[in-house]
């Protein structure tokens, strides 16, 4: 997670934001592993983003078991990581 880090967020809690800007179609981290009961566990602390159907910048995407946070378009310096989970079944 070199080019995020976690922070206060102004939306819930704790969230990640760039540390530097970020192009688009980027992946940048695994959020969750599928574990043995074939339920998502969150992977610390990759998965402290913040949902957001309105301001998502970034997608969530299953590749076999792990889920993945990939970036939908260029990222500022300081911008917190929005993604809305409804989109990755």
Known sequence: ???CEVQ???IHGSGVFATENIAAEITLF???VLGP???WVNI???CQ???SKKNTNCRSETRGRFKFLVTI???QQGEEL???FTLDA
């Open 1 to 3: 997670m070199a080019v």
């Open 8 to 10: 206060k967020s102004p």
């Open 30 to 32: 695994e959020t969750h």
């Open 37 to 39: 009961t074939d339920r």
């Open 44 to 46: 610390s602390p990759n």
């Open 49 to 51: 983003y913040n949902h």
């Open 73 to 75: 378009r260029e990222i």
């Open 82 to 84: 929005l993604v809305d």
